[in-house]
């Protein structure tokens, strides 16, 4: 039961998409976030590798990935295909460094 188990982990980690809302893109979780208006900060993890973005009253303000910040992080954190993320309480002291629409920034990434 056990081998069942961790094989079923690995088979859905290998087939894509993000643990905590299963079959969803890391595009559609920020897009979910951002039409309902939210206030958050997501928390991104891919491996060893941690990322954040922070989304205020549904505009994505800031990303935070390895060594890049901004509009930067936000698309390195976009190519990856596979994860868990986790939604934290918003940061309203957080400082705005993206200023592309959630729509714009979703858009160049594809």
Request: some cysteine.
């Given at each position: 039961m056990f081998l069942?188990a ?12 993000f643990?905590?809302?299963?079959s ?6 920020i ?5 309902s ?11 060893v590798l941690e ?14 990935a ?23 309480p918003a ?8 200023f592309?629409?959630?729509q ?5 990434s594809?």
């Open positions: 069942e961790v094989d079923s982990l690995l088979q859905r980690e290998s087939s894509g998409g643990r905590g809302v299963q969803k893109s890391l595009m559609d979780i897009q979910m976030e951002c039409l208006q939210s206030s958050n900060v997501l928390r991104i993890t891919n491996g990322a954040r973005i922070w989304i205020q009253g549904g505009l994505v303000i800031d990303a935070e390895q060594d890049l910040t901004g509009e930067a992080a936000f698309r390195r954190i976009l190519r990856w295909k596979t994860g868990s993320f986790e939604l934290l940061d309203p002291a957080r400082a705005r460094t993206i592309t629409s959630y714009g920034l979703l858009l160049e594809a």
